[in-house]
């Protein structure tokens, strides 16, 4: 193991946790102060319970040039043995994919990105060339619009008939894993279609956002995500933790909550056998 998989396992043997934080800071729902310093206090409240962050790009570009700044106040605030994953799901031809991932990966510095595959897996690949960075796929999410497609029948190139999108898309993502930096993105709120990923892609590293505000079953989520080794599933919250108070002992909310994340994916973990 080497690059962005590798500082993963071991930031979660460091902590013990499958716990990613999600920074994503609404000004509407967290205290009047401002975000980098938000995020600063989260962060040292949790630094030493979480296996990654995971900042949404889209908090921050939507507070313009204060968002960017925000983001590089928060990125500097993050220890440099835990990994930063930029949820952006960005997707584009080839050309313009180069530009996100040399924006994401060698000016931002995230150890990882999430990455749309919807115009095809040419446009994964410019992600994937950066060898000790992790390129999460996008495969069945969380929202409940997501079976518009993801679930839809197609041809499945497995010679086994027709199979749903999603399936599809691991599948692809497993045989293009020959770099060794590729994993998925599969939500808690749909744990068959988890734990049939997880079949279908044993060793990938796979984000699993939608425990906790949208719904999902957080054990479920630990015994369907990890590999055997009860690795590799990077489980995310992130309102549950930001906005466990709105008051002045933020932080220090955010730190149980996050405990009390962690020590049920412990349970979990072990009630799984991991």
Not at 17 to 45: Q, W, Y
Not at 121 to 139: A, H, Q, S, W
């Amino acid at each position: 193991m080497t690059g962005f998989v590798a500082k993963l396992v071991s930031a979660s043997a460091r902590n013990e946790s499958l716990l990613c934080v999600g920074l994503d800071p609404d000004p509407e729902l967290m205290p009047a102060m401002k975000v980098g310093a938000f995020n600063r206090a989260i962060i040292e409240a949790t630094q030493d319970l979480v296996c990654a962050y995971k900042p949404n790009l889209a908090f921050y570009e939507a507070l313009g040039i204060d968002g960017w700044r925000a983001l590089e106040e928060t990125l500097a605030a993050v220890p440099s043995h835990i990994p930063v994953i930029a949820d952006g799901k960005r997707g584009d031809v080839p050309n313009t994919a180069r530009m996100y991932a040399r924006s994401l990966f060698e000016v931002w510095g995230f150890d990882a990105a999430t990455v749309n595959p919807y115009l095809g897996m040419d446009t994964v690949e410019p992600f994937t060339e950066y060898r000790d960075k992790g390129v999460l796929v996008v495969c069945r999410t969380s929202n409940a619009g997501s079976g518009d497609y993801q679930a839809l029948d197609v041809d499945s190139t497995s010679g086994s008939g027709r199979a749903p999108l999603f399936e599809e898309v691991a599948r692809r993502v497993q045989r293009a894993n020959a770099t060794g930096n590729l994993g998925l993105v599969v939500g808690a709120t749909y744990p068959d279609e988890l734990r049939r990923v997880r079949e279908l892609c044993p060793d990938l590293p796979i984000l699993v956002p939608g425990v906790g505000a949208q719904g999902g079953a957080l054990e479920k989520a630990v015994r369907d995500g990890v590999d055997g080794n009860g690795r590799m599933a990077i489980i995310n919250s992130s309102r549950g933790v930001l906005y466990a108070s709105r008051g002045p002992d933020f932080a220090e909310a955010a730190r149980r909550a996050a405990s009390d994340l962690r020590a049920e994916m412990r349970r979990a973990l072990a009630s799984a056998g991991g």
